[in-house]
């Protein structure tokens, strides 16, 4: 202990020196002790909800549900490709997302994924 935490105390806790110095030496009792005389005196109860708030999380948390924006760009483009190929005679089936599309055409089954490319780093 050193005179410091003794004017420390004093200061923050309004107390008098000796007053300080007796708490100090009973912090440094408790450092000392084992959880298990720590902890001898509590209630079960107490024991149990010490247990609980000191335990980690077990299990995935649940994530948030995000909702997905939609990309106008693309679906305008896929619904161009979708006009086209059913005016070959495609066999289109309906769009999933703005970005991917299947279809048949001549007993072959085709998809056509759509990926927008991100705009370039500006070098420093």
Same mark, same amino acid.
Request: proline letters at 3%; charged letters at 40%; a neutral charge.
């Given at each position: 202990?050193?005179? %410091?935490?003794?004017?420390?105390?004093? %200061?923050?806790?309004?107390?008098?020196?000796?007053? !300080?110095?007796?708490?100090?030496?009973?912090?440094?009792?408790?450092?000392?002790?084992?959880?298990?005389?720590?902890?001898?005196d509590l209630s079960a109860e107490q024991k149990k909800t010490i247990k609980k708030?000191?335990?980690?999380?077990? +299990?995935?948390? !649940?994530?948030?549900?995000?909702?997905? %924006?939609?990309?106008?760009a693309k679906k305008k483009i896929l619904e161009g490709f979708t006009e086209y190929?059913?005016?070959? +005679?495609?066999?289109?089936?309906?769009?999933?997302?703005?970005?991917?599309?299947?279809?048949?055409?001549? +007993? !072959?089954?085709?998809?056509?994924?759509?990926?927008?490319?991100?705009?370039? %780093?500006?070098?420093?």
């Amino acid at each position: 202990m050193t005179e %410091k935490q003794i004017e420390k105390m004093m %200061k923050s806790l309004d107390l008098s020196r000796e007053e !300080a110095i007796q708490m100090l030496l009973e912090d440094e009792e408790v450092d000392k002790m084992s959880m298990k005389e720590v902890t001898s005196d509590l209630s079960a109860e107490q024991k149990k909800t010490i247990k609980k708030v000191t335990q980690a999380q077990s +299990g995935e948390r !649940a994530k948030p549900k995000r909702e997905r %924006k939609v990309d106008e760009a693309k679906k305008k483009i896929l619904e161009g490709f979708t006009e086209y190929l059913a005016s070959v +005679g495609a066999n289109v089936q309906p769009l999933t997302t703005e970005a991917e599309m299947h279809f048949s055409l001549d +007993g !072959a089954e085709y998809t056509i994924k759509l990926i927008k490319h991100r705009p370039p %780093k500006a070098s420093k």
